[in-house]
Protein backbone atom coordinates (compact mmCIF):
# COMPACT_ATOMS: atom_id res chain seq x y z
CA UNK A 1 0.00 0.00 0.00
CA UNK A 2 1.06 3.14 -0.82
CA UNK A 3 1.67 4.71 2.71
CA UNK A 4 2.05 8.56 1.67
CA UNK A 5 3.72 10.89 3.67
CA UNK A 6 0.28 12.77 4.78
CA UNK A 7 -0.37 11.76 8.39
CA UNK A 8 2.88 10.75 8.96
CA UNK A 9 5.19 13.20 8.31
CA UNK A 10 6.97 15.29 11.21
CA UNK A 11 5.51 13.16 13.45
CA UNK A 12 8.30 12.72 16.04
CA UNK A 13 8.85 16.44 16.20
CA UNK A 14 6.63 18.65 18.89
CA UNK A 15 3.26 19.02 17.75
CA UNK A 16 2.57 21.75 15.07
CA UNK A 17 -1.22 22.92 13.61
CA UNK A 18 -0.72 20.74 11.30
CA UNK A 19 -0.51 17.50 12.98
CA UNK A 20 -3.75 17.90 14.90
CA UNK A 21 -6.76 16.40 13.08
CA UNK A 22 -10.20 17.92 13.11
CA UNK A 23 -13.01 15.87 14.19
CA UNK A 24 -16.43 17.36 12.70
CA UNK A 25 -19.78 16.68 14.48
CA UNK A 26 -22.53 19.26 12.82
CA UNK A 27 -24.81 19.17 16.08
CA UNK A 28 -22.25 20.58 18.35
CA UNK A 29 -21.65 23.84 16.31
CA UNK A 30 -23.48 27.08 17.39
CA UNK A 31 -22.96 28.58 14.04
CA UNK A 32 -23.81 27.11 10.26
CA UNK A 33 -21.76 23.87 10.18
CA UNK A 34 -19.83 25.06 7.21
CA UNK A 35 -18.85 28.61 8.44
CA UNK A 36 -17.35 26.76 11.62
CA UNK A 37 -15.76 24.50 9.04
CA UNK A 38 -14.26 27.28 7.28
CA UNK A 39 -12.53 28.71 10.36
CA UNK A 40 -11.25 25.48 11.27
CA UNK A 41 -9.62 24.62 7.28
CA UNK A 42 -7.71 28.47 7.85
CA UNK A 43 -5.71 26.94 10.59
CA UNK A 44 -4.50 24.36 8.28
CA UNK A 45 -4.89 20.98 10.45
CA UNK A 46 -3.19 18.11 9.36
CA UNK A 47 -6.76 16.83 8.15
CA UNK A 48 -10.40 16.76 8.75
CA UNK A 49 -12.05 14.24 9.29
CA UNK A 50 -16.07 14.67 8.10
CA UNK A 51 -17.47 12.55 10.67
CA UNK A 52 -21.17 12.77 10.13
CA UNK A 53 -21.90 9.39 9.68
CA UNK A 54 -25.39 9.58 11.19
CA UNK A 55 -26.91 11.36 7.88
CA UNK A 56 -28.23 9.53 5.13
CA UNK A 57 -25.29 8.58 2.38
CA UNK A 58 -26.99 11.32 -0.28
CA UNK A 59 -27.19 14.06 2.22
CA UNK A 60 -23.29 12.60 3.01
CA UNK A 61 -22.74 12.84 -0.53
CA UNK A 62 -23.96 16.50 -1.13
CA UNK A 63 -22.32 17.64 1.79
CA UNK A 64 -18.89 15.74 1.40
CA UNK A 65 -18.67 17.47 -2.16
CA UNK A 66 -18.71 20.92 -0.57
CA UNK A 67 -16.17 19.89 2.29
CA UNK A 68 -13.91 18.18 0.11
CA UNK A 69 -14.20 21.74 -1.81
CA UNK A 70 -13.68 23.39 1.07
CA UNK A 71 -10.76 21.45 2.15
CA UNK A 72 -8.90 22.05 -1.23
CA UNK A 73 -9.44 25.67 -0.89
CA UNK A 74 -7.36 25.86 2.27
CA UNK A 75 -4.79 22.97 1.44
CA UNK A 76 -6.04 20.50 4.08
CA UNK A 77 -6.30 16.85 3.32
CA UNK A 78 -10.27 15.76 3.95
CA UNK A 79 -11.26 12.39 5.05
CA UNK A 80 -14.04 11.25 4.88
CA UNK A 81 -15.85 8.85 7.31
CA UNK A 82 -17.85 5.62 6.70
CA UNK A 83 -19.12 6.09 3.69
CA UNK A 84 -17.18 3.88 1.23
CA UNK A 85 -19.38 3.86 -1.40
CA UNK A 86 -19.26 8.19 -1.32
CA UNK A 87 -15.85 7.86 -1.18
CA UNK A 88 -15.97 5.65 -4.55
CA UNK A 89 -18.06 7.97 -6.02
CA UNK A 90 -16.26 11.02 -5.41
CA UNK A 91 -13.33 9.41 -6.40
CA UNK A 92 -11.70 10.53 -3.06
CA UNK A 93 -9.28 7.93 -1.62
CA UNK A 94 -9.11 9.52 2.02
CA UNK A 95 -11.45 7.24 4.15
CA UNK A 96 -11.61 6.75 8.08
CA UNK A 97 -13.64 3.77 8.84
CA UNK A 98 -14.58 2.17 12.16
CA UNK A 99 -12.81 -1.04 12.75
CA UNK A 100 -15.29 -3.18 12.59
CA UNK A 101 -16.37 -1.51 9.04
CA UNK A 102 -12.59 -2.13 7.99
CA UNK A 103 -12.87 -5.40 9.07
CA UNK A 104 -15.80 -6.20 6.97
CA UNK A 105 -14.53 -4.38 3.91
CA UNK A 106 -11.60 -5.97 4.00
CA UNK A 107 -13.39 -9.96 3.77
CA UNK A 108 -15.89 -8.59 1.75
CA UNK A 109 -12.96 -7.21 -1.25
CA UNK A 110 -10.66 -10.34 -1.69
CA UNK A 111 -9.18 -8.93 -4.17
CA UNK A 112 -7.58 -6.28 -2.29
CA UNK A 113 -8.89 -3.51 -4.47
CA UNK A 114 -9.66 -1.19 -1.65
CA UNK A 115 -5.86 -0.76 -1.04
CA UNK A 116 -5.46 0.00 -4.76
CA UNK A 117 -7.94 2.76 -4.73
CA UNK A 118 -7.58 4.10 -1.19
CA UNK A 119 -4.59 6.29 -0.49
CA UNK A 120 -4.69 6.51 3.08
CA UNK A 121 -7.22 4.63 5.16
CA UNK A 122 -7.50 5.56 9.28
CA UNK A 123 -9.15 3.64 11.69
CA UNK A 124 -10.15 4.15 15.26
CA UNK A 125 -8.95 1.29 18.12
CA UNK A 126 -9.42 0.67 21.35
CA UNK A 127 -7.43 -1.72 22.39
CA UNK A 128 -3.93 -3.03 21.97
CA UNK A 129 -5.10 -6.01 20.13
CA UNK A 130 -7.45 -3.67 17.83
CA UNK A 131 -4.37 -1.60 16.97
CA UNK A 132 -2.33 -4.55 15.46
CA UNK A 133 -5.70 -5.84 13.52
CA UNK A 134 -5.93 -2.37 12.39
CA UNK A 135 -2.35 -2.31 11.11
CA UNK A 136 -2.27 -5.73 9.88
CA UNK A 137 -5.66 -4.54 7.81
CA UNK A 138 -4.12 -1.97 5.85
CA UNK A 139 -4.61 1.25 8.11
CA UNK A 140 -2.23 3.49 7.33
CA UNK A 141 -2.93 5.81 10.57
CA UNK A 142 -5.48 5.13 13.68
CA UNK A 143 -6.89 7.34 16.16
CA UNK A 144 -6.33 5.38 19.60
CA UNK A 145 -9.05 6.37 22.70
CA UNK A 146 -10.37 7.91 24.94
CA UNK A 147 -7.42 8.99 26.57
CA UNK A 148 -9.21 11.58 28.88
CA UNK A 149 -12.57 11.59 29.79
CA UNK A 150 -14.90 13.71 27.57
CA UNK A 151 -18.52 14.10 27.26
CA UNK A 152 -18.97 12.37 24.16
CA UNK A 153 -18.53 9.43 26.65
CA UNK A 154 -20.27 10.39 29.42
CA UNK A 155 -19.31 8.72 32.62
CA UNK A 156 -16.25 6.39 31.19
CA UNK A 157 -12.85 6.70 32.35
CA UNK A 158 -10.06 7.74 30.17
CA UNK A 159 -7.66 5.01 28.76
CA UNK A 160 -4.71 7.22 29.87
CA UNK A 161 -1.20 8.01 28.47
CA UNK A 162 0.20 4.23 29.36
CA UNK A 163 -2.35 2.93 27.12
CA UNK A 164 -1.52 5.72 24.03
CA UNK A 165 2.38 4.44 24.77
CA UNK A 166 1.29 0.37 24.38
CA UNK A 167 -0.44 1.07 21.06
CA UNK A 168 2.31 3.15 19.72
CA UNK A 169 4.66 0.44 20.89
CA UNK A 170 2.20 -2.33 19.21
CA UNK A 171 2.03 -0.83 15.51
CA UNK A 172 4.44 0.66 12.78
CA UNK A 173 2.38 3.16 11.73
CA UNK A 174 1.24 6.50 13.23
CA UNK A 175 -0.99 6.99 16.18
CA UNK A 176 -3.22 9.91 16.93
CA UNK A 177 -4.23 10.34 20.29
CA UNK A 178 -8.44 11.25 21.02
CA UNK A 179 -10.67 11.79 23.34
CA UNK A 180 -10.54 14.67 25.83
CA UNK A 181 -7.83 16.39 24.14
CA UNK A 182 -7.77 20.21 25.28
CA UNK A 183 -4.98 22.55 26.78
CA UNK A 184 -5.24 21.07 30.44
CA UNK A 185 -5.05 17.83 29.16
CA UNK A 186 -2.64 17.83 26.19
CA UNK A 187 0.33 18.36 28.91
CA UNK A 188 0.24 14.72 29.55
CA UNK A 189 1.19 13.95 26.41
CA UNK A 190 4.67 15.01 26.35
CA UNK A 191 5.38 11.66 28.23
CA UNK A 192 4.53 9.41 25.19
CA UNK A 193 7.95 9.78 23.60
CA UNK A 194 7.56 7.30 20.71
CA UNK A 195 8.36 7.97 17.13
CA UNK A 196 4.79 7.16 15.62
CA UNK A 197 2.99 9.19 18.06
CA UNK A 198 1.55 11.66 15.36
CA UNK A 199 -0.54 13.90 16.85
CA UNK A 200 -4.03 14.52 18.16
CA UNK A 201 -7.48 14.19 17.32
CA UNK A 202 -9.94 17.01 18.66
CA UNK A 203 -13.84 17.51 17.82
CA UNK A 204 -15.66 19.83 20.60
CA UNK A 205 -13.64 22.55 20.71
CA UNK A 206 -12.78 23.06 16.66
CA UNK A 207 -16.85 22.84 16.61
CA UNK A 208 -17.87 24.65 19.51
CA UNK A 209 -15.42 27.58 20.51
CA UNK A 210 -15.30 30.95 19.24
CA UNK A 211 -11.61 31.47 19.65
CA UNK A 212 -10.33 28.07 18.23
CA UNK A 213 -6.96 29.99 17.23
CA UNK A 214 -6.52 30.63 21.05
CA UNK A 215 -7.22 27.15 21.78
CA UNK A 216 -4.89 25.57 19.57
CA UNK A 217 -2.10 27.99 20.26
CA UNK A 218 -2.59 26.37 23.92
CA UNK A 219 -2.84 22.89 23.00
CA UNK A 220 0.86 23.50 20.75
CA UNK A 221 2.31 25.34 23.83
CA UNK A 222 1.32 22.87 26.52
CA UNK A 223 2.50 19.54 24.55
CA UNK A 224 6.12 21.98 23.84
Given at each position: MNKEKLLYENSKHALQSDNIIAITNRHLCSRPFMEQLERVCKLHPHAIVLREKDMPEAEYLSLARDVIALCKKYDVQCMLHSFINVAMELEHPYIHLPLPILEAYVKKDLSDNYQQFFKVIGTSVHSVEDA???????????????????????GLKGKGVNFLRNVCDSVNIPVYAIGGINADTAKELKSVNRKNFAGVCVMSLLMQSENINDEVMKIKRELG
Open positions: IKAEQLGATYMTAGHIFATDCKK
